[in-house]
T-cell receptor, first 116, second 115 residues
């Protein structure tokens, strides 16, 4: 079945540091890939997505590139801010999983804390 | 952009009672809604998928009679936790989609505490 593996946290960085959160996946079909962010006490917000190989999703300074050859979708940001402190989820939706209503499969989440 | 409203945001109930959580898509028609439960240390578990006008599809291990899901219209889905017990205390999140390729919009979650 489909699965998503992302680096375990927590990750603690100083402001303006470089961020990488690794994410790899397994899927039976040809998935779309997502990064979601969850701020304390809130639901999930879509951060970025990519729907085909070599696509780069980007938003708010965050980037991730869909790498089919390495089945990866690592999240990066060049200079993090205190306001980026949140939990980040990598997810996939396998459009070919047939009958599953294109549900999202999530990684376990990575807690990021950015200190001033 | 697409907005999903989830209510209540927090609820405390007594053991043995039932609690209903509502999920509404405010500016789009949600053909499919998903209900998740979030456990400590962040992990999200898909509980069930519901399509408007039909019975929900539950994931393995989720009790259908305990977690009743109704998706009676294209803008509203409800999750009812019946005969709640302290172990049902959790953060429940809904998600809605217009269909394949349209993406997913999440509600803000409901913190359920059963005492």
């Amino acid at each position: 079945g489909d699965s998503v593996t992302q680096m375990e946290g927590p990750v603690t960085l100083s402001e303006e540091a470089f961020l990488t959160i690794n994410c790899t996946y397994t899927a039976t079909g040809y998935p779309s890939l997502f990064w979601y962010v969850q701020y304390p006490g809130e639901g999930l917000q879509l951060l970025l997505k990519a729907t085909k190989a070599d696509d780069k999703g980007s938003n708010k300074g965050f980037e991730a590139t869909y790498r089919k050859e390495t089945t990866s979708f690592h999240l990066e940001k060049g200079s993090v801010q205190v306001s980026d402190s949140a939990v980040y989820f990598c997810a996939l939706s396998d459009r070919w999983s047939g009958g599953s209503n294109y549900k999202l499969t999530f990684g376990k989440g990575t807690l990021l804390t950015v200190n001033p | 952009g697409a907005v999903v409203s989830q209510h209540p945001s927090r609820v405390i109930c007594k053991s043995g009672t039932s609690v209903k959580i509502e999920c509404r898509s405010l500016d789009f028609q949600a053909t499919t809604m998903f209900w998740y439960r979030q456990f400590p240390k962040q992990s999200l578990m898909l509980m069930a998928t519901s399509n408007e006008g039909s019975k929900a599809t539950y994931e393995q291990g989720v009790e259908k009679d305990k977690f009743l899901i109704n998706h009676a219209s294209l803008t509203l889905s409800t999750l009812t936790v019946t005969s709640a017990h302290p172990e049902d205390s959790s953060f429940y999140i809904c998600s809605a989609s217009e269909g394949a390729g349209y993406g997913y919009t999440f509600g803000s979650g409901t913190r359920l505490t059963v005492v």
